[in-house]
């Protein structure tokens, strides 16, 4: 990001959001155009979305990642100086590693505040600007040397918030702090969300602190960086909340003098960990060790993801002990039950965790985990915690010891007799046969993995209770009808039901993997339905890492060849386009031409498709309908501005978000 699209970035903020513009209107236009014809991305949104931070913006310098060595590793202390001596480090910054949002501020020459941004990939961030400035940053730095025009002054940051303004504010809607800012941050107050909410968004910010953490001295004429000397100093001078307001050590020491002095400093590293912990408002996950001198941090350099002269210890996952009250268990499209535990409510990771998994009754017999238990759980990042271990009550049920199978029994509806198991095996439990509610969730994944509108869980139940119980049903014209559906089931007729019957008999374009998904064969999951699309197209496939026994049943057992064969033709029959892997693979192998990927948020009905099927029947093979990943190329919306969860997350993965008419243009069939 150049000096020329900071300027523009900046000015098109302040005409939208303050009353001092910072340049005439023909000086603005005369910038824009120039940026246009220069093919930069900064000017790709309009009016005052920018300024709410949803526009992609590449970083000037990259904001790399830490290395991380995790200090309950036993080979903490073999791994620490390993990196010590590979490196030549000899003095040594050590400070709070916070577990916040990373974050960028730039500044131009004159120390003017030109744009803040989120890390997003490393490469390219999101401009977070009002959002900054409504925490209080400071938007003018006192710079003490003369920069020359271009060069830029960025300050490295997190922005976190004090765990008891959370816990106090919005501990009910957030799962912890973290997740509080990374939500806040990615907010599109330019939506219209009223008056009421936006104010009680903006007024969040207030909340919420930026920390100072380091400062570069960018100077993209000469492609040069450099981080600044006294970097902390520096900051305080400037008004900026920084690192060196928390708990801080400083070791000095010669190279030679590290290996016999490393217990000491490692006895230090510990103890600044316990003030950590103690004395911090914030969450923090770690400690960073930094080499302290600018001129060994050039010495040592960086790689291409993280600067060498920096290593982030990280803790150990916080762990917390409860009493196990309660058992529950689900069953799933699989046949097999999965136990969930009720705990007395217990503090974790700045949330209050009452359930916990118990993985499988493999587990709990392993572990001895019973009701009444005293159990100590663990859990990283924001997954369900889990048991690390298990101390029974003094008085111990007899019942389960001699009977495991009563854990299920005893804590639900499901009797002995309903129950599979493999003798070799036998607490790896599954549910004997099919209930109706498990008969309800294939319907409904079957009908999800076909991609077809307007028929949630809501609607497989009218139409279980109306005898449609499998995919194939729904395709069958002489049941899946207004007529029958209003007669048989709890339907009305009218327009909600039309729109269910047409979403199935509109056609479309469908994969064949989603075909065979569809069915939902037991132990058949995605990828699996994709490998076994190759094999029944006599294509190359790779059955590797898949379960032998189900891949053995659905490649020679014709019934389920039957099912997928008269699913094909009941599709085919609904006008369906079926996309088969050797169509696929004739783009792949064609030089000419690169499979892009996408999905699809919002509806493509304003930009002229009355169904997403309608859309993707439309475009050419040189794309492919995938789930949203980091490798998907495309996220196609009916509206730029929105903030729907797919956005966020093709946001945060750097997926380039498109318009579904500009996206047909480009890859029309």
Sequence with gaps: MNQRELLYLKAKREYYNSDSPIMSDSEFDALEQELISEGSSVVNKVGAELSEGLTKVKHSVPMKSLNKIKIDDKDFEKNLLNWIMNNNI????????????????????????????????????????????????????????????????????????????FEKEYAEDFKNPRNFISGRLNIDLSADIGEEKY??????????????????????????????????????????????????????????????????????????????????????DGIVLREMRNRKRQEIGETSHHPKWAVALKFDSEKATTKLIDIEWTVGTNRKLTPVGILEPVEL?????????????????????????????????????????????????????????KLITNFSDINIEDLEWDEDDPYNVRYGEENDEIKKKKLLKGIKALEIDHIGKA???????????????????????????????????????????????????????????ACQFDGCGETMSKELAKYYTDQQYDFS?????????????????????????????????????SDKQVAQDNPDVEVKTFEMTGSPKLHGWKTKNDFVSSLSNEVEHTKLTKDTDYLITDNLSSNTSKMKKAKKYGVEIIEYHTFNEKYKG
Aim: proline share 4%; aromatic share 10%; hydrophobic share 40%.
């Design 90 to 165: 000899s003095g040594i910054e050590a400070s709070v590693k916070l577990d916040g949002n990373a974050v960028k501020l730039v500044y131009n020459h004159k120390g003017e505040f030109m744009v803040a941004l989120t890390r997003g990939n490393g490469e390219v961030g999101l401009d977070i600007s009002d959002k900054l400035v409504h925490m209080g940053i400071p938007e003018q730095l006192n710079i003490p040397q003369e920069f020359n025009e271009g060069v830029t002054v960025e300050v490295l940051g997190e922005v976190v918030i004090d765990v008891p303004t």
């Design 199 to 284: 104010k009680a968004y903006r007024d969040s910010f207030n909340d919420c602190d930026f920390i100072g953490i380091d400062v570069i001295i960018n100077n993209p004429t000469l492609d040069l960086y450099d981080y600044m000397e006294n970097s902390y100093l520096r900051m305080c001078e400037w008004g900026f909340k920084n690192i060196n307001d928390l708990p801080m050590r400083i070791f000095l020491t010669s190279q030679s003098a590290w290996k016999g002095k490393l217990n000491k400093y490692i006895d230090d590293i510990r103890s600044l960990t316990d003030e950590i912990t103690e004395d911090i408002p914030y969450l923090s």
């Design 349 to 405: 990771m700045g949330t209050t965790v009452q359930r916990v998994s118990l993985s499988n009754l493999n587990t709990m017999v392993k572990k001895r985990i019973v009701p009444q238990s005293t159990v100590t759980i663990q859990k990283a990042g924001d997954i369900i915690p889990y048991v690390i271990s298990c101390t029974p009550p003094e008085i111990m049920d007899d019942r389960y010891i001699d009977d495991p199978y």
């Design 459 to 517: 609607t497989v139940d009218k139409l279980f209770d109306a005898g449609i119980e499998t995919i194939n049903d729904v395709f069958d014209k002489e049941f899946f009808n207004v007529d029958y559906l209003s007669f048989a089931g709890d339907f009305k007729r009218g327009r909600a039901l039309e729109k269910i019957v047409n979403s199935v008999f509109s056609g479309g374009r469908v994969d064949f993997w989603r075909v065979i998904n």
């Design 545 to 581: 890492g898949l379960e032998k026994e189900v891949i053995n049943n659905l490649t020679t057992n014709t019934d389920y060849t039957f099912i997928v064969d008269m699913l094909e033709k009941d599709l085919l029959d609904a006008g369906y386009d079926i996309i088969y892997p």
